[in-house]
């Protein structure tokens, strides 16, 4: 399995505004998948985009995925402070998956 | 349909004890995960289960550590003999399919503390 590495560590924006986190990753993959995790819990599911699909939408959340440059970004948009989370990336071939140490996202009122 | 359920929540032990976690996936699930989370770190796999038989454990260490998932019952992830660096958060996630690719549902974790 391999890891995926998501950029930036931390990001503090205000309730309203959209945030963009990456995730970059090594070798080919199967499909991708995005998770969130609360303090203190477990991981939540939010979206899985294939290998080829370029772009996928749930509700206020966009992933879209680039093969050649072997990367992924998360947009959330109208973000609240409910949002305030870590988010991890796990880019998957055929085998498990495996997690990044995330992105901090701090949404203030 | 109750998520996966993991017990006890919040474990202390001290050194030199043995620690039992367990884990219930989903209804219908029959794919069980084990991930350790130390402090302001991601996720790291430690071993996937099916009933009665254990299919990756590449990531679990190779002393102390053990992991089984009967036919009945939950999965058990047993660490004998803790030391101060087992402490973490321990999450079981399921799955219901083999086939990829495959989402994962993910308990509440159990926090080991090791005195």
């Known amino acids: 399995s391999q890891q995926g590495e998501e950029d930036p560590q931390a990001l503090s924006i205000q309730e309203g505004e959209n945030a963009t986190m990456n995730c970059s990753y090594k070798?080919?993959?199967?499909?991708l998948q995005w998770y969130r995790q609360n303090s203190g819990r477990g991981l939540v599911h939010l979206i899985l985009i294939r290998s080829n699909e370029r772009e996928k939408h749930s509700g206020r959340l966009r992933v879209t995925l680039d093969t050649s440059k072997k990367s992924s970004s998360l947009l959330i948009t109208a973000s609240r402070a409910a949002d305030t989370a870590s988010y991890f990336c796990?880019?998957?071939?055929?085998?498990?998956?495996?997690f990044g140490k995330g992105t901090m996202l701090l949404v203030s009122p | 349909n109750a998520g996966v359920m993991q017990n006890p929540r919040h474990l202390v032990r001290r050194r030199g004890q043995e620690a039992r976690l367990r884990c219930s996936p989903m209804k219908g699930h029959s794919h069980v995960y084990w991930y350790r989370q130390l402090p302001e770190e991601g996720l790291k796999f430690m071993v996937y289960l099916q009933k009665e038989n254990i299919i990756d454990e590449s990531g679990m260490p190779k002393e102390r550590f053990s992991a089984e998932f009967p036919k009945e019952g939950p999965s058990i992830l047993r660490i004998q003999q803790v030391v101060r660096g087992d402490s973490a958060a321990y999450f079981c996630a399921s799955s219901l399919t083999i086939d990829r690719p495959y989402e994962q549902y993910f308990g509440p974790g159990t926090r080991l503390t090791v005195t």
């Open positions: 070798t080919s993959i199967n499909n």
């Open positions: 796990a880019p998957s071939g055929y085998s498990t998956l495996t």
